[in-house]
């Protein structure tokens, strides 16, 4: 758990811009034990300019315009077994044809890899990166440089499935099957400590039951009136694979483990993804068989449990409980 008087955990968001990635993003500017340094943004759930847009919507409710934003990647770098964006769960504009009207809000004159390489070398070993969406922009950082999975402080990615099915083929989840290009150069980066992935399995559990979707509805916070409408429109699409019928929020909760990493329970395992056009295409290989001696893949912690009750404690604290 976080410790009072602890300090903040120093992030910079790498999101996709639908509607799980804001409320991710609306709690992280009002958890006091997340720093939101600067949000990226990346193609996936819409295009680059709307996911742009919603963040920049977000930070304009939230009251907090003083945040960077830096525009990454608008496609792939390379084939991909489905083809983004996911209006059919997000609506074309990303909140459920629901959110509010776009804001002003120039984005910084530099790629997110750019910015993300500046901000590490500047602050080496203090920020903590979290990845929401595709995974170019990140392997865009690494390729151009690699010193950088020594430099951060951690690494949290929302994506993939240790225990199929998927959400977009038979094994596969969107993040990653986005661009497995890029998710497998990131998997295989040789990162200062292993990072987390947080995938589907975790995500279909952990879900928003009726008490936080009925405490959502009375719009007691700006987050809340910001998210009702979209989360509606949202949980009426998304929560086909969740375990009880609530709606996900796979973000959400990759997001709240930077800041209380109790929420899961991970075990380290090694993963790699599938880049060949088969119909393993797009997923993210989980050794489960955890006596298997180490034959040089690639580990990371893989969140397979997860504290339902105090993620939906956390959850309501940001709808006003």
């Avoid at 909140?95 to 910015?115: N, Q, S, Y």
Wanted: charged share 20%.
């Amino acid at each position: 758990m976080t410790r009072p008087g602890a300090e903040p955990v120093a992030t910079v968001l790498d999101t996709d811009g639908g509607i799980d990635d804001c409320m991710a993003l609306w709690w992280g500017l009002e958890a006091r034990s997340i720093d939101v340094v600067t949000v990226t943004t990346v193609f996936g759930n819409v295009s680059l300019d709307q996911a742009t847009r919603n963040v920049a919507k977000v930070l304009h409710h939230a009251d907090r315009l003083d945040i960077p934003v830096a525009c990454g990647a608008a496609h792939g770098l390379g084939p991909a077994p489905i083809e983004a964006p996911a209006h059919h769960i997000h609506g074309e504009d990303g909140l459920g044809r629901a959110g509010p009207a776009d804001v002003d809000h120039t984005p910084l004159d530099i790629t997110a890899a750019a910015e993300i390489a500046r901000l590490v070398a500047s602050r080496p070993g203090e920020l903590t990166l979290v990845a929401v969406g595709p995974l170019t922009n990140i392997a865009l950082v690494l390729r151009a440089h690699p010193e950088i999975a020594q430099d951060v402080r951690a690494l949290t990615v929302m994506g993939g499935v240790a225990r199929p099915p998927g959400n977009v083929t038979p094994i596969a989840e969107f993040n990653v099957a986005c661009d497995p290009t890029a998710a497998a150069e990131v998997v295989a980066a040789p990162w200062r400590e292993p990072p987390l992935l947080v995938p589907l399995d975790v995500t279909y559990v952990a879900t928003l039951g009726a008490t936080e979707l009925a405490l959502l509805e009375e719009r007691r916070t700006p987050a809340a009136a910001f998210l009702a409408a979209p989360i509606a429109h949202y949980r009426a699409r998304a929560s086909r694979q969740s375990r009880d019928g609530g709606c996900p929020a796979h973000d959400l909760l990759a997001l709240m483990t930077v800041a209380h990493p109790e929420l899961v329970t991970a075990s380290l395992l090694p993963l790699t993804v599938d880049t060949g056009a088969s119909s393993a295409w797009g997923a993210t290989v989980v050794d489960l068989r955890t006596a298997i001696p180490d034959a040089g893949t690639p580990r990371w912690r893989v969140a397979l449990d997860v504290d339902v009750d105090a993620f939906r404690a956390r959850a309501r604290a940001l709808f006003g409980a």
